[in-house]
């Protein structure tokens, strides 16, 4: 799954979280519309074209990023 916001950096995506920002989620192509709510799931950044360059797990509560590990 991808972040809203095209986050270069998983530092830069824990600061966000950090800082109270409202980081929402997505899933991509044809498994896209099907995204938990509350639950652990992995992200994965930048977004493509981009080769990723990091991953990240993260927790989820009501659609908004709570915790990132």
């Keep these: 799954m991808y972040t809203h916001t095209n986050f270069k950096s998983k530092k830069a995506?824990?600061?966000a979280v950090a800082s109270g920002q409202r980081v929402t989620v997505y899933q991509p192509g044809p498994f896209g519309g099907n995204e938990p709510k509350t639950d652990k799931i992995t992200l994965e950044g930048p977004h493509y074209p981009e080769p990723h360059k990091?991953?990240?797990e993260?927790?989820?509560e009501n659609g908004v990023v709570v915790k990132v590990k």
Excluded: R, S
């Design 13 to 15: 995506l824990k600061e």
């Design 54 to 56: 990091w991953y990240a």
């Design 58 to 60: 993260a927790w989820l």
